[in-house]
């Protein structure tokens, strides 16, 4: 299957980069762009996009209330959307989530983090740029240690990989700090949300959190 894509920024050369990434992909295709919050609605009803990938700071209708239109607990057939932003403020965050986004990306996440916020979207999973996982766990809850054990037992090595995930690293700076591959970092990870039975990166971080000691 073909992921269908809609770009919304005002930004044209960031529009540009992202079509590049995202086109470059063998199971993705953005099928059209906006420059403005007002024309991505109108463009999304029309269009259907799988994912809407929406700036937040934008002419005429802002990308929060974009995703609220498009994907918020009101609407009757949502769109997918993935909120890519450069402001990392948790008012930010926070509100999104709400709105119904089910992604959240700053702009220097990197390429790879794009996509795979498409491909989670799509899956009905939710990814947030590792920078702002921990801060995110510690603003709801702080984590109480899940009486649940994992399906299968941790190597040393995926709880090292957890560890680094709670304190926010991304997968680059994980590869770097254990002097792996980033292919094998994505492997090992995959790995620990299969034994944890988390849906994505921040359900590791919260199990690494609540288990911070025999992590060491």
Known sequence: MTIRILLADDHEDIRSA?????????DMQVVGDAPDGRTALRLARRLRPDVVLADIRMPHLDGLDLTRRLAGPDVADPVRVVVVTTFDLDEYVHTALRNGAAGFLLKRSGPALLAEAVRAAVAGDTLISPQLTLRLLRHYAPPERSQQPPLEALSPRERQVAALVADG???AEIAAELFLSPGTVKNHLANVQRKLGARNRVGVAAWALAHRSPLG
Not at 20 to 25: E, G, H, K, T, V
């Open 18 to 26: 992202y079509r590049i990434i995202l086109d470059a992909q063998p």
């Open 169 to 171: 690293a991304t997968n």
